[in-house]
């Protein structure tokens, strides 16, 4: 099994950054895909961006060039840097362990991101 815990989350001002972690009970990074979703009040959960066991990502195109996912093996955790925050990007943002053989799903609890003046 996989345990996620996400965390980083708050309230900013537009314009603003957060750094969004998802902490990984054991080492997996090497055969799941992680990934972060977010989910507004209302809205479907949608993909934000996706990093492969081989450093590829992919990010939704109303995040590209403003959010960035990275991973840090040693620690066993994922993160999402997200800058210049618009009040669309209001959500609760999940974290996503895609087992590549098997497409088993593992996600974590959820945490808040409110963009607001």
């Known amino acids: 099994q996989v345990q996620l815990v996400e965390s980083g989350g708050g309230l900013v001002q537009p314009g603003g950054s957060l750094r969004l972690s998802c902490a990984a009970s054991?080492?997996?990074?090497?055969?799941?895909?992680m990934g972060w979703y977010r989910q507004a009040p209302g809205k479907q959960r949608e993909l934000v961006a996706r990093l492969s066991p081989g450093g590829g990502t992919n990010y939704a195109d109303s995040v590209k060039g403003r959010f960035t996912m990275s991973r840090d093996n040693a620690k066993n955790t994922a993160y999402l840097q997200m800058n210049s925050l618009k009040p669309e990007d209001t959500a609760v943002y999940y974290c996503?362990?895609?087992?590549?053989?098997?497409?088993?799903?593992?996600w974590g609890q959820g945490t808040q991101v409110t963009v607001s003046a």
């Open positions: 996503n362990a895609n087992r590549v053989c098997s497409g088993r799903d593992y």
């Open positions: 054991r080492s997996i990074f090497t055969s799941y895909v």
